[in-house]
């Protein structure tokens, strides 16, 4: 279909609104959460009834404040508010609180890699207004409205139109949804519509020394990265495909559009013409006076601000030694990179507290439901696990297993060490956390390795033992390493691992591969 | 005097979504002149130096802690409405929404 003369550029910016972490909405005392039965958590406020006052959350101005100052944005000393106008009954007021032409952030940027090296993309701003409820269609010919959402806050932030590709679209959006996990100014959940993107897209197009422009398209409300990605590739194709027809798909002779996404079928469809900026007909909120921004009042979010992942990422890699790939499973949640840092402080050494995060820790915390964190392990105690590998007290093995029995015998239980399995996580929070009960309560792993008997042997006869049963149960994998050349590694790697198992991780690994090794060669 | 020319109120009419005649397009592109005549006497005024202001008053900075209050009960969220189903509001099928 594109013809090898042909290059083509695409153009993506985008829109994404976040929902912050509020316990109210916007401008109402009204609780923000999901699930509840609907038109319950509305009031005259929210469901726009004259003569109801809105009134600004504080913690949101400081969320956005904080979102702003992590991109590096300018934080407006003087914002206001402004109504912008609206059609539909999941907004009733006929129009949505947002901020037109002061928003209370402007410039910053965020980075994206997708391979080839970082690339900067600008953002253009970021302003603060309200969540519609949500319409459910056709139900009897017609609409339901549930005003639960209504007035929900929502932080929307613009990127200028810098982005190359649906991939670095896509990066950009998974970077956004760390940061402000890791800020803490929103819970990000996907499933429950807490980050939406729209991007807007067209492509520029050479043609034998011509370059043409296709109108820009919008793609309304995608909600997930996912589907990000995959609308704008089809819209790239699409873009480029009715350009190709007669070159007449140009900006300004065909209209900007606004599409929707069909996730199932991969497609994006025609919504509507976009009508122009002005045409919401924006002007300032009577009801809501102006907020302005302090010194004081910026410099104590500033004091909040975290030390950012890409930061503290470049930190280990240089304090630490740590891979860039090992730091950023760790580095992503803000909790597990405090804990990680406490283990280091105390004591732990970084190549093995690392390991043991990612391939022991993470996934006891995954199986659970939980982060890290919430196991409620102490960080003495992941450091004196990490050491205890690192001087050869205990194999690595051995680690794992005494890590299960530190969980089992940890708070996680409540009793016995099977309940580390059906704890839940909101329970597992509500059970204690304050440091002198953990530390009653956690284990040495020093010496549930010695209860267990799983200090490392490094006794040959011990060893041979082990070796002995092994050979005896396994004879076809013996004959194989010692006859089959092909088949001769593989085999004394499943030995070895079996002498592991058997000692139950006690084995040096080291000497078990020597004497396996001896053993081999020694009677072909 | 500035005349509203007819697209414009053609345009206007569209985004309020009201459908206009012919006769009543013309009936009000000269009330619609007559109004914004009326404001353009504001033009007429000396704003040298005043700084622009998004609000009749002189206060900023009214904001409310984080604090959630209770909302209304659903039964009286729903009173007034003249259909529900239940504890939905039943308004007329939305067509073609776009969201905000």
């Given at each position: 279909m594109v013809d090898?003369?042909?290059?083509?550029?695409p153009i993506i910016g985008l829109e994404i609104h976040v929902q912050l972490l509020t316990r109210s909405k916007m401008f109402c005392g009204c609780p923000v959460r999901f699930d509840d039965p609907p038109n319950s958590l509305v009031c005259p406020v929210c469901m726009g009834l004259p003569g109801a006052l809105p009134v600004i959350n504080r913690r949101a101005v400081e969320l956005t404040i904080l979102t702003g100052l992590a991109f590096g944005g300018t934080i407006a000393t003087h914002t206001k508010w402004d109504r912008k106008s609206y059609y539909y009954p999941d907004l009733p007021k006929n129009y949505q609180i947002s901020q037109f032409d002061l928003p209370l952030v402007s410039n910053g940027h965020l980075d994206v890699d997708v391979g080839h090296g970082?690339?900067?993309?600008?953002?253009?701003?970021?302003?603060?207004?309200e969540d519609a409820g949500k319409n459910v269609h056709d139900v009897g010919g017609h609409t339901l409205v549930d005003l639960n959402r209504a007035g929900t806050p929502l932080l929307e932030i613009v990127t200028e139109p810098d982005l190359r590709s649906a991939e670095e679209a896509c990066a950009l959006c998974t970077g956004l949804h760390r940061l402000v996990t890791y800020l803490g100014v929103s819970e990000g959940n996907m499933k429950k519509g807490q980050m939406r993107f729209e991007p807007n897209v067209n492509v520029a197009i050479e043609h034998d020394g011509v370059e043409y422009r296709t109108p820009i398209s919008e793609i309304k409300n995608l909600n997930s990265f996912r589907a990000a990605r995959d609308a704008i590739d089809f819209e790239i194709d699409r873009q480029v495909a009715a350009w190709h027809e007669d070159h007449s798909y140009v900006l300004g002779s065909a209209p900007n559009e606004n599409r929707g996404f069909d996730a199932d079928r991969g497609v994006t469809e025609f919504q509507r013409d976009k009508e122009a900026a002005q045409d919401y007909r924006y002007f300032p909120d009577p009801d809501l006076v102006p907020v302005n921004v302090s010194d004081a009042m910026l410099n104590e979010i500033r004091q909040s601000l975290p030390e950012l992942p890409d930061a503290r990422t470049a930190r280990w890699v240089k304090d630490h030694s740590l891979s860039v790939e090992d730091a950023a499973t760790v580095v992503g949640h803000r909790a597990t990179a405090d804990l990680f840092d406490a283990v280091i402080s105390a004591g732990g050494p970084p190549a093995i507290v690392i390991k043991q995060f990612v391939n022991v820790w993470l996934s006891h915390a995954k199986q659970r439901g939980v982060t890290i964190g919430d196991l409620g392990i102490d960080p003495e105690r992941m450091a004196e696990l990490a050491q205890i590998v690192a001087d050869g007290t205990i194999s690595k093995t051995a680690a794992d297993r005494v890590a299960e029995i530190m969980?089992?015998?940890?708070?996680?239980?409540?009793?016995?060490e099977d309940a580390s399995d059906t704890v839940t996580p909101s329970v597992a929070r509500t059970l204690p956390t304050t440091k002198a009960n953990n530390a009653a309560r956690c284990p040495s792993p020093l010496a549930l390795a010695k209860e267990l008997r799983l200090l490392q042997v490094r006794d040959t006869a011990a060893t041979d033992v082990w070796i002995d049963e092994v050979f005896a149960a396994n004879e076809q994998a013996v004959q194989d390493a010692m006859t089959n050349p092909k088949k001769r590694k593989a085999a004394a790697g499943f030995l070895r691992g079996q002498v592991m198992k058997k000692s139950q991780g006690k084995a040096d690994p080291k000497l078990v591969g020597e004497l396996i090794d001896k053993r081999l060669t020694g009677s072909a | 005097m500035t005349t509203l020319d007819e697209h414009t109120v053609r345009h206007v009419a569209k985004l309020a979504r009201l459908k206009l005649s012919d006769e009543e397009v013309r009936a009000f592109q000269e009330q619609l002149t007559a109004i914004m005549d009326h404001f353009a006497l504001l033009d007429e005024v000396d704003t040298t130096g005043v700084e622009p202001t998004a609000h009749a008053l002189a206060i900023d900075n009214v904001l409310r802690d984080d604090v959630v209050?209770?909302?209304?009960?659903t039964e009286q969220t729903l009173r007034n409405t003249p259909a529900r189903h239940?504890?939905?509001?039943?308004?007329?099928?939305?067509?073609?929404?776009e969201s905000s």
């Open positions: 090898a003369q042909i290059a083509v550029r970082e690339h900067r993309v600008r953002i253009r701003r970021a302003h603060l207004e969980l089992a015998r940890n708070r996680f239980d409540a009793g016995t | 209050q209770a909302p209304l009960p239940g504890d939905h509001f039943q308004v007329p099928k939305v067509l073609n929404q």
